[in-house]
Structure formats: C-alpha cells, structure tokens
C-alpha cells in the first residue's frame, strides 16, 4: 500500500490540476506526514510486536472453502440442443 500511495501521490504533485493552490499543497503535506510517520513507527516498533496465541490443537488452521453457489435455471431460459444442419448447394 505505501509504494501505491507514494506513486499516487507523486502523480498528484507533478499531473494534478489543483497542485499550485495552496489548499491542495497542504493536503499533500498533510497526508505525505502522516503517511511516513505510520511507516516510520511501524519500522522502529518491529521487533516489539506481542506474539499471538497459540491456536488450540483441535482448532482447524482454517475452515474449509465453500463450494461456489450457481444461479437457479429455468427452463424458459435453457437453450435446447441443436443438431449439425447438413447444407447442399446444387447449380
């Protein structure tokens, strides 16, 4: 998400019509901040994440996938079978 956001908002900056209004230069500024910040404290907090739980040992590691449901058809809207026409030209 971060190199999306990065290229996102390069593009605002250097493409976007309402980059010369002020309003617009604070708004990158702003989110530009914030954005670094989250991923400066994520980086510096990495080793001091807690660990999770352990998972129960009768617990499944995850539920098994649901087959996909198919749309009912009715009849009206079945396309019977059609037959190979044999066509014969004479002249």
Avoid: C, K, N
């Avoid at 908002?9 to 976007?16: L, N, P």
């Avoid at 989110?31 to 670094?36: F, N, R």
């Avoid at 009849?75 to 059609?82: G, I, L, N, Q």
Wanted: proline share 14%; glycine share 6%.
């Amino acid at each position: 998400a971060v190199p999306a956001f990065t290229l996102a908002m390069v593009h605002g900056v250097f493409a976007g019509t309402d980059t010369a209004r002020p309003w617009m230069w604070w708004t990158y500024l702003a989110t530009g901040l914030i954005a670094l910040f989250l991923v400066l404290v994520r980086g510096l907090t990495a080793g001091e994440r807690p660990q999770r739980a352990p998972r129960p040992a009768h617990a499944p590691a995850r539920p098994a996938p649901t087959p996909a449901r198919r749309a009912p058809q009715h009849e009206a809207s079945r396309t019977p079978p059609v037959a190979p026409v044999e066509v014969r030209v004479e002249g």
